[in-house]
């Protein structure tokens, strides 16, 4: 079955650059999500996205923006790069059913900030 | 802060035992619950869904809510070295987003 797909795997950055990572979500979901997960953190809620409207917002700074395109798909963009910001991000997507929804995990993407 | 809790761990057992792994959460109001296994450096795994008191079974692995108690559990029968990782519970928010805990390390030992 197809699974949710994360561009790019590995990312390395300068502080102060800026960063782009794409998402698509699995065949015929409406939503995603955007979770970051510092190292030996739980992941954590950053933005979520239904039908294209911005659905909820979670603990995103000022410096990342994201949205969800006409295809679905989903890119998170981070600007002013911080050591800080190093983390492993994950989209998850999921049909929109309410309290009976399940999100199913892309394989992340590995941001390191030098 | 809406809250879920989880003993860190290490926990280990011994292949073929069972391992159970708790949760409690801090929101009354919650209704869905999960369970994702996360291997060191991969994404989380979704193990078990639940949404109603009781018990519920999928092959080796049964999760248990008490939603008057606010505890959700998940156990493994015959555990097995490939079972060894963090086992994260989540609870879904008023927003449909995840809360997760902070996970439990299992660790099975041949």
């Known amino acids: 079955a197809a699974g949710v797909i994360q561009s790019p795997r590995h990312l390395i950055k300068e502080k102060r650059e800026t960063a782009t990572l794409k998402c698509y979500p699995i065949?015929?979901?409406?939503?995603v999500y955007w979770y970051q997960q510092g190292p030996g953190q739980d992941p954590q809620f950053l933005i979520s996205f239904y039908e294209k409207m911005q659905s909820d917002k979670g603990s995103i700074p000022d410096r990342f923006s994201a949205q969800q395109f006409s295809d679905y798909h989903s890119e998170l963009n981070m600007s002013s790069l911080e050591l800080g910001d190093s983390a492993l991000y994950f989209c998850a997507s999921s049909l929109r059913l309410g309290d009976q929804e399940t999100q199913y995990f892309g394989p992340g993407t590995r941001l390191l900030v030098l | 802060q809406k809250e879920v809790e989880q003993n860190s761990g290490p926990l280990s057992v011994p292949e073929g035992a069972i391992a159970s792994l708790n949760c409690t959460y801090s929101d009354r109001g919650s209704q869905s619950f999960f369970w994702y296994r996360q291997y060191s450096g991969k994404s989380p795994e979704l193990i078990m869904s639940i949404y109603s008191n009781g018990d519920k079974e999928d092959g080796r692995f049964t999760a248990q809510l008490n939603k008057a108690s606010q505890y959700v559990s998940l156990l493994i029968r015959d555990s097995q070295p490939s079972d060894s990782a963090t086992y994260l519970c989540?609870?879904?928010?008023?927003?449909?987003?995840?809360?997760f805990g902070k996970g439990t390390s299992l660790l099975v030992t041949p």
């Open positions: 989540a609870v879904l928010n008023s927003g449909y987003a995840l809360n």
């Open positions: 065949p015929r979901h409406d939503t």
